[in-house]
């Protein structure tokens, strides 16, 4: 069985300030990872993902996350909040059959 | 715009009525999800097409919902007999082939109340 867990359900930051949203994963196989976006009323966004290959892995909008395979866990990161940045994110895996499963969201709060 | 459409975006029904709701996939894509995603949680699979055909189904997707892809196109998803526990959004995504780099493309989402 396959699991995602988001370890903070609410995170706020000052803007300007470093982001860090947690994800320990639990999969049988060689894990498919992504981090998605998910602002008010709008579709989900893909931030970025890995596949087995960098285990760094570099998003859009200055996000980036780092696989690590000895911890199970893809935590999300960025240097500098922005106001914009302001939405639920969601950590997910992807089985063999391309079907995800999505962590329970963290929503992200970014105080001016 | 070319992205995954979904209509209606909102829809409230009463307990009991039939409800359908309709999913337009990025075009050249033959794979087709739907999610459902209830209030503070992540979404949830329910089911996938490739082209017409319907690959996967979830536990989640009891008798009362059935999808359909008829033409290896749009889909719709429809419940019989709503209950107040199927309000949820209803998410649909598209990807290009079965490659397992190919990102999954959101639709906005469906909103179902059930009163």
């Known amino acids: 069985a396959q699991s995602v867990t988001q370890l903070d359900s609410h995170v706020s930051v000052s803007e300007g300030t470093p982001v860090l949203l947690r994800c320990n994963y639990s999969s049988s196989y060689s894990p498919s990872l992504f981090w998605y976006v998910q602002h008010p009323n709008k579709g989900l966004q893909l931030l970025l993902k890995?596949?087995?290959?960098?285990?760094l892995v570099k998003g859009i909008n200055g996000f980036e996350a780092e696989f690590k395979k000895s911890e199970t866990s893809f935590h999300l990161t960025k240097p500098s909040a922005h106001m914009s940045d302001a939405a639920e994110y969601f950590c997910v895996l992807r089985n063999a059959g391309n079907m995800l499963t999505f962590g329970g969201g963290t929503r992200l709060m970014v105080k001016p | 715009d070319t992205g995954v459409s979904q209509d209606p975006r909102h829809k409230i029904t009463k307990r009991g009525q039939n409800v359908t709701f309709r999913c337009d996939p990025i075009s050249e894509h033959n794979r087709l999800y739907w999610y459902r995603q209830t209030l503070g949680q992540g979404p949830e699979f329910l089911t996938y097409?490739?082209?017409?055909?319907?690959?996967?189904k979830s536990r989640l997707l009891s008798d009362r919902f059935s999808a359909e892809r008829p033409k290896g196109s749009f889909s719709t998803l429809e419940i019989q007999r709503t209950e107040q526990g199927d309000s949820a959004m209803y998410l649909c995504a598209s990807s290009l082939g079965d490659l397992r780099a190919n990102e999954q493309f959101f639709g906005p989402g469906t909103r179902l109340t059930v009163l």
């Open positions: 890995y596949t087995s290959a960098a285990t």
């Open positions: 097409f490739q082209n017409e055909a319907q690959l996967e």
